[in-house]
């Protein structure tokens, strides 16, 4: 196994302005180049990111549509109507239902909420829910986070005398809705000045304009806790007033006002002493919460956040720990028997879009899975589970890849698909599915190429050990909630290797301390321990990774977590040791090849022997690992021409199964197959680019 491989792309700020923003705020130059690179240009500005208030979120009546829902609304309450609040399964849906509810119930309205089930009802309105709505005595259903491509339904709540209003945030179709009022920033002729809230932002803004229109005077920045959760959880840009609705609601979440929302937070194991940040709720939180929706009931999530009974918030929160729990063991499954199918076959591993499929795979989990192979392998990647002839799936992408553009060219072969450049949810006959892989990867020929395949990051800083201070950190924690499109700043620390280390009970984490003439800085890689490997003390490095305050013995020390390392080289080197590592995936690197001079066949033997020296220097008698700047040739050739000839040796000796090479940048470990001989021109790939020099002497 190797380290992860990124490429690194300095983020450089505009000097001029930066140095104009630090004087007018009195802030390091550094700093401000954090604030401009996040659209802070004046003092004003300044203020406003760095100290978001609830005070500053924009008239809910600018929003179109929002009059005339609160009208309508208003006006069944006024009349004691029966109101059905209609939400949707994911942590987005339940908290803006939870929301509207939690107002509506206290304000003393008929009101109630339904939440289709995912495996039987799947996303959005359906038909029977709606004539069950009606037949129930329902005569204004108000969706949240759903409802914006409803067309037929609301046409059959109309004829069934049932009013609707919708409020979504999802994109729209060409056709709205025919419905009373439809607030969605989406919509066309939208001049909401910020279009990006989730479902429960919108719902938020919906309760605003409620306490507004019926000059309510009920504290509803309560329900910013829950607007927070579904915000963060629902990955929208945590900036202008979704950053306020974050901030806000993290505020109050150290001393939370729903006791459902405090349940969960102790069940998560949240310690209450510390701050809360969005790392906690999309990896800790939102789990718990969509693992009803999963694996059981999406509706136990709203009983949570509504309830006044302190037992049963304790027996909800426990039931959705079960629920996790239950989530993790099929996902894992799941995980397992998919990384098994792409590992056991050449197609899947070796293609630019993976699309893997398998029966009866749950459906409320496939796509996690899908997540988790995207970020494994980085690719493009489909899963499918197949019951009775029909593949349901879902689809994650990667920087730069446009999957539903992708998705678009196979229209032909799906029964329905929907989602957008990043995700998308299909289902289509069994029989298709090798079309739709083959029609895909042809695609991706046209629009993806190496360096599209290789994950970047993106240092904002660069700085030396001994600039990094508690106080520059403590600004940058300022900068907080950090999420979608509002990313935690990273760091490029540039220095010399001290110590490298394994550390902690599993030796799991990696440490690494990086040092100029100054000072040292502390790095710490979680999960990372395999790079100490490939690094020693005394190597001129640089680390990427985020800047972070370690308290120990009542003291605070400046540390860096780790993302990445690197040696210093040129960018021609690492482009090669990219395509090297995609080598069976796109054509960039036979493309090299064939504009490069053939090599003489005595390199094979050279690199044959180096490697059975550095299996034996590392202790091992079949494999061994190492950075490919390592391997010795002579004095005449450049690095780029040694890790050329060992590229092309390990090329050959792979493809005549001698041995099994994993590579990703410049790691590369190596494997021997035992008791495995061959002839060097048995391989198609010596024959095309080697050649024996001393024949033409």
């Not at 109507?81 to 509207?100: H, M, N, P, Q, R």
């Not at 990667?398 to 957008?420: P, V, W």
């Not at 289509?428 to 993806?448: D, Q």
Request: a negative charge; glycine letters at 8%; charged letters at 25%.
């Amino acid at each position: 196994m190797v380290p992860e491989s990124y490429r690194w792309e300095f983020v450089k700020q505009e000097s001029a302005g930066v140095k104009q923003l630090a004087a007018e705020t009195g802030y390091p130059e550094v700093f401000a180049g954090l604030l401009a690179a996040r659209g802070v240009h004046n003092k004003e500005e300044a203020q406003r990111f760095l100290y978001p208030s609830e005070k500053n979120m924009y008239d809910p009546f600018l929003m179109k549509g929002m009059e005339a829902a609160v009208c309508r609304i208003s006006q069944a309450m006024d009349a004691h109507e029966k109101i059905t609040i209609y939400g949707d399964y994911d942590v987005d849906g339940i908290t803006a239902t939870s929301i509207l509810y939690l107002y509506l119930s206290k304000a003393g309205a008929d009101v109630n909420y339904y939440l289709p089930d995912r495996m039987t009802e799947g996303y959005g309105l359906n038909e029977n829910a709606v004539r069950m709505l009606a037949e129930t005595g329902t005569k204004l259903m108000v969706t949240v986070d759903t409802g914006i491509s409803a067309v037929k339904e609301c046409q059959l709540a109309k004829s069934l005398a049932m009013d609707v209003v919708i409020t979504d945030h999802h994109e729209c179709q060409e056709k709205l809705p025919e419905a009373v009022a439809v607030v969605d920033a989406k919509q066309p002729g939208e001049s909401y000045p910020f279009l990006y809230l989730a479902g429960c932002g919108v719902a938020y803004k919906l309760v605003q304009g409620l306490k507004a229109y019926r000059n309510d005077q009920t504290d509803i920045t309560e329900y910013l806790e829950l607007a927070a959760v579904g915000t963060v959880a629902d990955i929208v840009p945590l900036y202008d007033e979704n950053r306020i609705i974050v901030s806000e609601g993290f505020k109050r979440m150290k001393h939370p006002a729903n006791m459902g929302l405090g349940k969960l937070l102790e069940s998560a194991g949240y310690d209450f002493k510390r701050k809360i940040t969005s790392g906690f709720i999309g990896f800790g939180l939102a789990p718990r919460l969509n693992a009803g929706g999963r694996m059981g009931d999406a509706k136990r999530g709203v009983r949570l956040f509504t309830t006044r009974d302190e037992e049963e918030a304790a027996a909800i929160a426990a039931e959705l720990e079960v629920e996790n729990s239950h989530r993790k063991e099929t996902e894992q499954m799941i995980l397992k028997q998919v990384t098994d199918r792409i590992e056991a076959s050449d197609a899947i591993r070796n293609s630019r879009v993976m699309v893997v499929a398998g029966e009866g795979w749950h459906h409320g989990v496939i796509g996690i899975v899908s997540s988790r192979i995207k970020d494994m392998f980085y690719r493009p990647n489909i899963l499918l589970s197949i019951e009775n002839g029909v593949a349901t799936g879902s689809a994650r992408s990667i920087d730069g890849f446009n999957l539903f553009e992708a998705l678009c060219t196979c229209s032909d072969l799906m029964i329905k698909f929907g989602g957008h450049a990043a995700a998308a949810g299909m289902s289509l006959k069994a029989e298709n599915v090798p079309e739709l892989s083959r029609r895909l990867n042809e695609y991706a020929k046209m629009h993806m190429d190496s360096q599209m395949l290789t994950p970047v990051q993106r240092p904002e800083l660069k700085l030396q050990p001994s600039e990094v201070t508690i106080e520059l950190i403590e600004l940058i924690q300022r900068m907080e909630p950090f999420g979608q499109d509002m990313p935690e700043p990273l760091a490029e620390i540039s220095g010399q290797l001290s110590e490298v280390r394994k550390i902690g009970a599993d030796r799991a984490t990696l440490r690494m301390t990086v040092m100029d003439r100054r000072r040292s800085l502390n790095t710490v890689g979680f999960r990372r321990s395999i790079m100490a490997d490939y690094y020693t003390a005394g190597m001129e490095v640089s680390i990427a990774g985020n800047l972070d305050i370690n308290y120990y013995m009542d003291r605070q020390y400046p540390q860096m977590i780790l993302k990445d390392v690197r040696i210093a080289q040129d960018d021609n080197l690492e482009k090669l040791q990219h395509i090297f590592a995609l080598r069976h995936v796109t054509d960039d690197y036979r493309l090299y090849c064939d504009a490069r001079d053939k090599l003489d066949k005595s390199v094979c033997s050279r690199v044959f022997r180096f490697l059975r020296m550095q299996m034996k220097k590392q202790g091992n008698e079949t494999e061994g690992s190492f950075m490919m700047e390592d391997i010795p040739f002579d004095s005449i050739h450049s690095a780029e021409e040694h890790i050329f000839m060992l590229m092309q040796t390990l090329y050959v000796f792979e493809e005549l199964g001698l041995m099994r090479v994993e590579t990703a940048g410049p790691y590369l470990h190596y494997e021997m197959i035992p008791g495995k001989t061959a002839k060097l021109m048995d391989s198609m790939w010596y024959r095309t680019y080697f050649v024996d020099f001393g024949a033409f002497q």
